[in-house]
């Protein structure tokens, strides 16, 4: 057997592209944001976590560019030897300072992040404790932890379910070490976790908290400060771990937490230490985004305008939309070929948007996954809510006459 006949045998591109619903992977050739360009076609982008709009923001891209003249556009190395920039470190202050921890680390993905923290401070004997809709980065963490530990550190509970989470806790060793991990904000269904039952149980049972606020930073919480703060629970909140990769219009992620825990993971992190550290000019454009979320609250308000909206209207038309408080605004569907169908037609119709399905959901549950911004107009809003209705009724996918 020769190890590439794997490729050779996945066929299934070929087969969905023939049939003209192949989704994935279509360059965009220039963008504003929340308008994009696809094939020399106007597009409405409602697909894209830039939740706030500030990757178009002049003064972020200023800042990005006034970044590369300074430092240049690569590091070359890590944050441990040579890699280190002073504005690293103030990005790190920052953060800090922004979520209400001691210290923070940052790394070069949001998806690195999660091992950054999980590989150095999960040791055999110690336990893992997953919310199993949790993102594929903690499951990826997780899997370098259990290959150094052993299976047995990995308990995962029903997504979302405080009963199963306790029913798990309450099996394990009381004095073993253990981490609640838990998407503050769950990236395909917008649901929030469950984080002031979760702190309860960490009490009763002994355990550490870690909150993946990639959905939830800059869209919950005071001034976007995301789910510990929504809560209310920052102090009982060990580790907040967020992305820049989403409302902070750059790319890469962070840790922050207690300054013993963070500097320990700076000098245990592979993903940090092996790693060439994140370009100046992403580190410039976060640290600027982080400013501008501060001095604009009203972006905020302004994106949970629009995502009301656009909710309420393809409620209205007939949609099934999974209720929630955020950005993320899922209309089921329920089978692979009908989302891609609906996909397919939005597309057509000039409207971007996410087809989600197993493994990312789980089966029944397909979706077309919609993420609004703050940056889009009402007309920008009301044209996807009528490219849903002229789809759906072709497609027969409405519940109620239109
Ligand atoms: C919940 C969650 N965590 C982590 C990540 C990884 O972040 P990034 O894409 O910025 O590397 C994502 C990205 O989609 C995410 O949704």
């Not at 210290?103 to 199993?132: H, M």
Request: charged content about 20%.
């Amino acid at each position: 057997m020769d190890l590439f006949d794997k490729c050779y045998s996945f066929t299934r591109v070929e087969e969905v592209k023939s049939i003209g619903l192949y989704p994935y992977y279509h360059p965009i050739t220039e963008t504003e944001g929340p308008v994009v360009y696809m094939n020399n076609q106007k597009m409405i982008m409602v697909g894209s976590n830039n939740y706030l709009g500030l990757t178009h923001d002049p003064r972020v891209k200023q800042a990005a560019i006034d970044a590369i003249n300074k430092y240049g556009t690569g590091c070359s190395g890590s944050r441990l030897i040579n890699g280190s920039l002073d504005i690293h470190f103030k990005l790190e202050e920052a953060l800090a300072e922004f979520v209400g921890k001691e210290a923070a680390c940052i790394f070069s993905t949001g998806y690195q992040t999660n091992q950054g923290a999980l590989v150095p401070l999960i040791k055999k004997g110690d336990y893992i404790i997953s919310d199993a809709e949790n993102h594929a980065s903690i499951i990826q963490g997780t899997l370098i932890a259990k290959s150094l530990c052993g299976d047995s550190i990995l308990v995962k509970y029903k997504h979302n379910d405080m009963k199963d989470l306790e029913d798990k806790m309450s099996t394990l060793p009381l004095d073993a070490g253990k981490l609640i991990v838990v998407d503050g904000v769950f990236s395909m269904n917008g649901h929030i976790a469950q984080l002031p039952q979760i702190v309860a149980m960490a009490r009763k049972y002994n355990a550490r908290i870690m909150v993946d606020d990639a959905h939830a930073l800059g869209v919950i919480g005071t001034g976007g400060r995301g789910t510990a703060s929504h809560f209310n629970c920052t102090n009982q909140t060990d580790i907040i771990m967020g992305t820049f990769s989403k409302s902070l219009a750059s790319s890469g992620g962070f840790l922050a937490a207690s300054e013993r825990v963070i500097n320990y993971i700076k000098h245990h992190a592979p993903a940090i230490i092996f790693n060439a550290s994140m370009p100046a000019s992403n580190a410039a454009a976060a640290l600027k985004a982080l400013e501008i979320i501060q001095k604009e609250p009203e972006r905020i308000e302004k994106l949970h305008y629009n995502a009301q909206q656009l909710r309420q209207g393809l409620t209205q038309l007939g949609f099934t939309v999974l209720p929630g408080e955020t950005p993320i605004i899922p209309v089921l569907i329920g089978d692979d070929l009908k989302t891609f169908a609906l996909w397919k037609k939005l597309f057509d119709l000039g409207v971007y948007t996410n087809p989600i399905i197993f493994p990312a959901t789980p089966q029944g549950q397909q979706l077309i996954r919609l993420s609004v911004m703050a940056t889009h107009t009402d007309e920008h809003i009301n044209y996807v809510i009528n490219a849903f209705e002229k789809a759906g009724v072709e497609l027969n996918l409405l519940h109620t006459a239109v």
